[in-house]
T-cell receptor
Framework: KNEVEQSPQNLTAQEGEFITINCSYS?????LHWLQQHPGGGIVSLFM???GKKKHGRLIATINIQEKHSSLHITASHPRDSAVYIC????????????FGGGTRLMVKP | DSGVTQTPKHLITATGQRVTLRCSPR?????VYWYQQSLDQGLQFLIQ???????AKGNILERFSAQQFPDLHSELNLSSLELGDSALYFC??????????????FGPGTRLTVL
């Protein structure tokens, strides 16, 4: 079993829909990252969080440390949000080395 | 633009060859991480350097090695290349070492194709 599991693996939405991507992990962590990878391959860090909730524009990330679960929400989705979203955790005592989930491929149709 | 640069962007080579990938971290960042992203394995941590010293090792093959130079740029050397080494190689940088505190900034990646 992977240390980091994401669901769903693939997601297709209509423009304007509210989207949720889930991430569960099995180890103690010092931080969790949400990353976005566009078709060209480049990776952008969206959020790093260790508790609570963060918001940036239409993106919201939450984490529940006790339940070892995080969610990434996209409100009012747009075709430009189409990308692979990757959850990564920094296990405790691992020097911030990241362990990655398998990614969620999101396609938003106009 | 994350401020992390990687060269080359694309590299095509043959089995058995050796290549060097280069990464320049963001200004002021002392820590460099190397990651491999292949179709079957996803993203995997390879190795981390901090201020010139190796700090952590992940799933890095013995055929692969890395170093970080005094000017903080890093190189990842891949030798005796095999078809399965074809992948995207990313480096990322962050300021320090404190756990969970500094986010990592990713470079654009080097796409390696081994024929």
């Amino acid at each position: 079993k992977n240390e980091v599991e994401q669901s769903p693996q693939n997601l297709t939405a209509q423009e304007g829909e509210f989207i949720t991507i889930n991430c569960s992990y099995s180890v103690g962590i010092s931080a969790l990252h949400w990353l976005q990878q566009h078709p060209g391959g480049g990776i952008v860090s969206l959020f790093m969080l260790s508790s609570g909730k963060k918001k940036h524009g239409r993106l919201i990330a939450t984490i529940n440390i006790q339940e070892k679960h995080s969610s990434l929400h996209i409100t009012a989705s747009h075709p430009r949000d189409s990308a692979v979203y990757i959850c990564a955790v920094a296990p405790n005592n691992a020097g911030n080395m990241l362990t990655f989930g398998g990614g969620t491929r999101l396609m938003v149709k106009p | 633009d994350s401020g992390v640069t990687q060269t080359p962007k694309h590299l095509i080579t043959a089995t058995g060859q050796r290549v060097t990938l280069r990464c320049s971290p963001r200004s002021g960042d002392l820590s460099v991480y190397w990651y491999q992203q292949s179709l079957d394995q996803g993203l995997q941590f390879l190795i981390q350097y901090y201020n010139g010293e190796e700090r952590a090792k992940g799933n890095i093959l013995e055929r692969f090695s890395a170093q970080q130079f005094p000017d903080l740029h890093s190189e990842l050397n891949l030798s005796s290349l095999e078809l399965g080494d074809s992948a995207l190689y990313f480096c990322a940088s962050r300021k320090g070492l404190a756990e969970g505190y500094n986010e990592q900034f990713f470079g654009p990646g080097t796409r390696l194709t081994v024929l």
